[in-house]
């Protein structure tokens, strides 16, 4: 790949022009209400130029200037679509939908007792129409895809957003090239297939490798780069902001003092973080709560940058070298989102999280036998994280953000749950196997 002045070991970024493969087929972006901003500098441009700071070099990223009213924030969502003044789509009508969002959030009254919080609640996002957060992202980005005349999309994946990508390219007509990782699951990898998309797994344990490859074929074959990092791609991660919009409607207006979400590239914890600013612009908020990201301790490079107050652009000079872990769908070896996720640690007086393997595995149980919510193992970080979460007691609301659902790793788990007892079907081989039990 022949990049001018690219930020050494970074597929396809260039501190020049940022990346933007898929701007050719961009068309009538004023009419979006957006503006590009810099999370780093502060610096700001329309849409449609460089997509890197001329300034300091970092990737930009949108800026709704929308608005909705109070009024219509009173009346419940029936999908993220709820928001459409703050999504970056033109028109309702290449809306590509499967119905994502407005997922429930649940109270875990046992895990508050468990940590000694005033109140834990979850975000199940689970609940999405592919079993993971990943379907507010692609939904945006799939529909602005469809505005920009695309026809194939590919995206980088683990698991979740294959499925998604592949999903919702099903949903739209479109074919989708899903690039995955020699890591991901097997039932992930059978998820993504059972769409349709054509399916590649790429046998090299860095994500960013993998990433080097989906751009070139996306540069040679004219495919619409859907996948989720906004350092390349920064629409399809306005998505992750409908996650605090919808808490901010289901906490009756005032968001809890902690949300804790799982991190790999940082789309999710930068994307909550730029919903609760457009929360705050509009003046329905005053603060924002305080985000904590959660790592895995094999692989924890936001952590890593956090505690030694790096830039963005110093974070990708050197990726995670090994990265080690249970949780696939963090196992991101450079922060694809950096440019937002370390600003929305440091302005919210944040945390960044790393828990070991052993600890997330217990925590995917904990969440399961105790709250009845079986999530895959990289969103059981965020209950593993929580012995850990700093000035929060009796009086705190805490947020769990699960994002993916168990039921991609069933296989997984199979050999990992209790052997189910196996009898007769008569009265005295049951009572001698209940009786026996405690
Ligand atoms: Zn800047």
């Given at each position: 790949m022949h990049v001018r002045n690219a930020v050494r070991g970074v597929p396809g970024f260039t501190r020049a022009k940022g990346l933007c493969h898929n701007a050719p087929m961009r068309a009538q972006e004023s009419k979006y209400g957006f503006d590009f901003v810099c999370r780093g500098c502060g610096a700001s441009g329309p849409l449609g130029?460089?997509?890197?700071?001329?300034?300091?070099g970092e990737p930009m990223s949108l800026r709704a200037l929308g608005t909705l009213s109070p009024g219509y924030l009173r009346r419940p969502p029936r999908s993220m679509w709820h928001y459409f003044g703050l999504l970056p789509v033109t028109s309702r009508k290449r809306i590509v939908t499967l119905g994502e969002g407005a997922t429930p959030l649940v109270d875990a009254p046992r895990l508050a007792r468990r940590f000694g919080f005033g109140q834990v609640i979850v975000?199940?996002?689970?609940?999405n129409p592919t079993g993971s957060f990943k379907d507010r992202q692609v939904s945006v980005g799939i529909s602005h895809a469809r505005e920009c005349g695309a026809r194939t999309v590919a995206a980088v994946s683990s698991g979740n957003v294959a499925a998604a990508t592949s999903a919702y390219a099903a949903h739209a007509g479109m074919q989708a090239v899903v690039f995955m990782?020699?890591?991901?699951?097997a039932g992930k990898v059978a998820q993504a297939a059972a769409y349709g998309a054509r399916v590649i797994r790429v046998e090299s344990p860095s994500p960013k490798e993998v990433f080097g490859l989906c751009i070139e074929a996306c540069q040679r074959y004219g495919w619409y780069h859907l996948s989720t990092a906004g350092m390349y791609?920064?629409?399809?991660?306005?998505?992750?902001?409908t996650l605090a919009y919808e808490l901010y409607q289901q906490c009756g207006g005032h968001p809890p003092d902690w949300v804790v979400m799982p991190v790999g590239g940082g789309g999710l914890l930068g994307g909550v973080w730029r919903g609760f600013l457009d929360l705050k612009r509009l003046g329905l908020i005053n603060r924002v709560p305080r985000l904590a990201g959660v790592q895995a301790s094999g692989c924890a490079p936001l952590k890593r940058a956090i505690e030694h107050g790096e830039t963005f652009l110093e974070t990708l000079?050197?990726?995670?070298p090994d990265p080690k872990t249970v949780a696939g769908g963090i196992a991101d070896d450079i922060l694809f989102d950096g440019h937002t996720a370390l600003p929305a640690i440091r302005e919210t007086n944040g945390v960044v999280i790393a828990v070991d393997d052993e600890a997330i595995i217990e925590s995917q149980q904990t969440l399961a036998r105790e709250e009845g919510l079986l999530c895959e193992l990289t969103s059981a970080v965020v209950i593993a994280a929580l012995p850990f979460l700093p000035d929060a007691d009796a009086s705190s609301r805490v947020c769990c953000v699960v994002t993916g659902s168990g039921i991609k790793e069933l296989a997984w788990l199979a050999g990992r749950v209790p052997e189910p007892s196996r009898i007769p079907p008569t009265m005295e081989a049951l009572a001698a196997c209940v009786e026996a039990q405690p």
């Open positions: 130029g460089q997509s890197a700071c001329a300034a300091c975000k199940n996002e689970m609940a990782h020699a890591h991901a699951g791609e920064p629409y399809n991660v306005e998505g992750a902001k000079r050197h990726p995670w």
